[in-house]
């Protein structure tokens, strides 16, 4: 008798997005419970924003977008593919859990705790690796269409925007949603379930 396949997630973020950091925590709590492997992948707000009319805050928001891809981008193609997620964490800790605002900052201090060196935070204001962070990006939205933002995940191979969570579901309330939606996803003629949203997500 074979062992079953174990489930695969592909999930690709941008460390900006409140929303992706909420459900990669729970992909984290997930593989607690549950036998998963996980694959981590850039995707670009900045990218996916080009040439839409925006709000103009949001417009200089995503004009400024650029660094921390381009910084992670940078260190996959230097460092190998094991130094996203800890880049990704230590980014979104940064950012969502201490409030960090300064951008720059965010990129210095992500590094030195990753080990990675300073250098690579030149990456933020040059284009050298806007060919590998748009192919990553696409790579993504491709799967689902450009009509979505971040996170996109991929279980076991069926893509989708989400889901999108506001709390972290812990143990095993975390496995059964993550039962559910790879039930969901199994079924190849699902495509959308949707809801206006009425909370902002919180990260604790």
């Known amino acids: 008798m ?3 396949a174990k489930n695969k997630a592909d999930f690709w973020f941008d460390p900006l997005c409140p929303f992706a950091w909420v459900t990669s925590r729970w992909i984290g709590e997930v593989e607690a419970v549950r036998d998963i492997e996980t694959e981590w992948h850039v995707m670009s707000l900045a990218v996916l924003n080009e040439g839409r009319d925006l709000e103009p805050g949001y417009r200089e928001s995503m004009d400024n977008a650029w660094g921390m891809v381009r910084v992670i981008i940078a260190a996959r193609e230097e460092h190998g593919p094991q130094v996203i997620k800890p880049l990704y964490d230590a980014m979104g ?4 859990n201490q409030g960090e605002k300064d951008r720059a900052e965010v990129i210095t201090k992500a590094l030195a705790e990753c080990g990675l060196p300073a250098s690579l935070a030149d990456a933020a204001t040059t284009d050298a690796y806007d060919h ?7 790579e993504g939205i491709s799967l689902v269409g450009q009509d979505v933002g971040t996170p996109v995940v991929a279980f076991n191979g069926t893509a ?3 889901p999108v969570l506001t709390r972290i579901p812990r143990g095993e309330e975390a496995g059964r949603i993550w039962d559910a939606t790879t ?5 190849p003629h ?5 809801r206006s949203r009425t909370e902002s997500p919180e990260f604790d």
């Open 2 to 4: 074979t062992s079953p």
């Open 93 to 96: 800790t940064l950012i969502h």
């Open 132 to 138: 590998q962070l748009r192919a990553s990006h696409e």
């Open 160 to 162: 989708f925007f989400g």
């Open 183 to 187: 039930a969901i996803a199994a079924y």
């Open 190 to 194: 699902f495509f959308e379930l949707k």
